[in-house]
T-cell receptor, first 111, second 111 residues
Framework: NAGVTQTPKFQVLKTGQSMTLQCAQD?????MSWYRQDPGMGLRLIHY???????DQGEVPNGYNVSRSTTEDFPLRLLSAAPSQTSVYFC??????????FGSGTRLTVV | GNSVTQMEGPVTLSEEAFLTINCTYT??????LFWYVQYPGEGLQLLLK?????DKGSNKGFEATYRKETTSFHLEKGSVQVSDSAVYFC??????????FGAGTRLTVKP
């Protein structure tokens, strides 16, 4: 089915470890974004991309890196995990003024 | 900067009751406005949208009207069902890729 695919669905990391959250979409959307969802805070934008080779920072970019080498893929890297990065992470894509299509999320716990 | 404020939850209603979830926004330009719904364990799904003043978005019995004079986009449904129990997010997007979300309102509908 067409949509946004995120992997893994669950992950536990130790403080200081690094990892990459994967995101892929098959709708040829230009825009892709990463959000984190924390209780009572809605969704906060981490990084976004308006097309292959172009990325920019959102509200809460510290501790995260992204790249966009293809239209389809937009991985999010945690460089050195911290307990404050415990959250649910959502990748989303959209085309123009249309609403986002979201992935099903990655629940990350940093201990 | 742009921001969205929505009524705090949780909201608990009986089946067939009338639903209103308030949403107001602050924006420098002429944003598009959205309502998303999130069911437990899932990503957000686009519920409805409006792209200009006085537009009414509607879907699955839900409606919201873009009111520029009151900077509001309140979500309404005439008769809620148990299956409407979810978290609802109001969001706005301007000409860039910056989609801002409210904190979310949890709705529980009891039979």
């Amino acid at each position: 089915n067409a949509g946004v695919t995120q992997t893994p669905k669950f992950q536990v990391l130790k403080t200081g470890q690094s990892m990459t959250l994967q995101c892929a979409q098959d709708m040829n959307h230009e825009y892709m974004s990463w959000y984190r969802q924390d209780p009572g805070m809605g969704l906060r934008l981490i990084h976004y991309s308006v097309g292959a080779g172009i990325t920019d920072q959102g509200e809460v970019p510290n501790g995260y890196n992204v790249s966009r080498s293809t239209t389809e893929d937009f991985p999010l890297r945690l460089l050195s995990a911290a307990p404050s990065q415990t959250s649910v992470y959502f990748c989303a894509s959209r085309q123009g003024a249309h609403g986002y299509t979201f992935g099903s999320g990655t629940r990350l716990t940093v201990v | 900067g742009n921001s969205v404020t929505q009524m705090e939850g949780p909201v608990t209603l009986s089946e067939e009751a009338f639903l209103t979830i308030n949403c107001t926004y602050t924006a420098t330009g002429y944003p598009s406005l959205f309502w998303y719904v999130q069911y437990p364990g899932e990503g957000l799904q686009l519920l409805l949208k409006a792209t200009k003043a006085d537009d009414k978005g509607s879907n699955k019995g839900f409606e919201a009207t873009y009111r520029k004079e009151t900077t509001s986009f309140h979500l309404e449904k005439g008769s809620v069902q148990v299956s409407d129990s979810a978290v609802y997010f109001c969001a706005l997007s301007d000409a860039g890729n910056d989609m801002r979300f409210g904190a979310g309102t949890r709705l529980t509908v009891k039979p």
